[in-house]
């Protein structure tokens, strides 16, 4: 059972960055694929980001593309999301999860086999 807990959510001004962390308990952590996701309220989970085992591979949708990176450091079992030019839209809970499959970096979240508990950012106009 591999847990993920978020860090480095907060309020922020549109146009601000924050970066969010995910530590994964898991010491085999570098076998899982790794993803963002985010739900407003109301709204359904959007994929924000995957990054396969080694980052040799890596998918963000066009909401975010450019604006987003998601990196990880397999030496320190940590998946980080740098969100930068942010705006009001991306106010949401964002969470991270973990595919155990790790020959695909799967955008959709019934994939995903292990979640965080999620850390709310707020973007301010």
């Known amino acids: 059972q591999v847990q993920l807990v978020e860090s480095g959510g907060g309020l922020v001004q549109a146009g601000g960055s924050l970066r969010l962390s995910c530590a994964a308990s898991?010491?085999?952590?570098?076998?899982?694929?790794m993803g963002w996701f985010r739900q407003a309220p109301g709204k359904e989970q959007e994929f924000v980001g995957g990054?396969?085992?080694?980052?040799?591979?890596?998918y963000y949708p066009d909401s975010v593309k450019g604006r987003f990176t998601i990196s990880r450091d397999n030496a320190k079992n940590t998946v980080y999301l740098q969100m930068n030019s942010l705006k009001p839209e991306d106010t949401a809970v964002y969470y991270c999860?973990?595919?155990?499959?790790?020959?695909?970096?799967?955008?959709?979240?019934?994939?995903?086999?292990?979640w965080g508990q999620g850390t709310q950012v707020t973007v301010s106009s």
């Open positions: 990054i396969n085992w080694n980052g040799g591979r890596i």
């Open positions: 999860a973990a595919d155990r499959d790790m020959t695909r970096v799967a955008t959709v979240p019934n994939l995903y086999d292990y």
């Open positions: 898991e010491r085999t952590f570098s076998r899982y694929t």
